[in-house]
């Protein structure tokens, strides 16, 4: 039982480089969000989905992009990365009312 | 954005003993309340969701509280264990809204 399954779990990319982080999740959720973590700051919520087709801005979506086609898969795209959006990435997923369940992160360095 | 209000910030307890700390949150648009557990180098896990002004939920030796009308949760743990140490995060979500918003949390030291 798979539950969220986030790739890569580490990458380093230059100032400037682009790339795609990907979420799947295999228990038919129909809710699925974007995290970071920031030291000393929790989770900040970057980009929600209620559905396929649907999505929705967070806290701090600016530099970010995200797509939902399906509903096991929401992937998250930078396209010019910051040395800012250095972080650890969370995806999760839930149902309506239920508690989230969550991946085991991406860990971004941007140089 | 919600302020939400974890506190302390950080705890360190001996073995045994018990504890507590609060998440504050706006009372008005109410709808639920998220406990998460997130031991370092892991991922969250969630304690409970709770919604009714005056649930009390329990799991093992930890529990929560919930006022709605002041704004407030309490988590219990009973009798630490150094397994018990992790930080511990609220997240209340308002009505209408499908996202929550989470608390910088309470970091959980239990000393063996």
């Known amino acids: 039982n798979a539950g969220v399954t986030q790739t890569p779990k580490f990458r380093i990319l230059k100032i400037g480089q682009s790339m795609t982080l990907q979420c799947a999740q295999d228990m038919n959720h129909n809710y699925m969000y974007w995290y970071r973590q920031d030291p000393g700051m929790g989770l900040k919520l970057i980009y929600y989905s209620v559905g396929a087709g649907i999505t929705d801005k967070g806290e701090v979506p600016n530099g970010y992009n995200v797509s939902r086609s399906t509903t096991e898969d929401f992937p998250l795209r930078l396209e010019l990365a910051a040395p800012s959006q250095t972080s650890v990435y969370f995806c999760a997923s839930s149902r309506a009312d239920q ?13 | 954005i919600l ?4 506190s302390p910030q950080s705890l360190h307890v001996q073995e045994g003993d018990s504890t507590n700390f609060t998440c504050s949150f706006p009372s008005s648009n109410f709808y639920a309340l998220h406990w998460y557990r997130w031991e370092t180098a892991k991922s969250p896990e969630a304690l409970f969701v709770m919604t009714l002004n005056g649930d009390e939920k329990k799991k093992g030796r930890i529990s929560a509280t919930l006022n709605t009308k002041e704004g407030y949760s309490y988590l219990y ?11 511990y995060l ?6 209408g ?16």
């Open chain 1, 99 to 111: 508690p989230q369940h969550f991946g085991d992160g991406t860990r971004l360095s941007i140089l």
């Open chain 2, 3 to 6: 302020n939400v209000e974890q």
């Open chain 2, 77 to 87: 743990i009973k009798g630490s264990q150094p397994e018990d140490s992790a930080t």
């Open chain 2, 90 to 95: 609220c997240a209340p979500v308002q009505t």
């Open chain 2, 97 to 112: 809204a499908n996202n929550l918003f989470f608390g910088t949390g309470t970091r959980l030291t239990v000393i063996p």
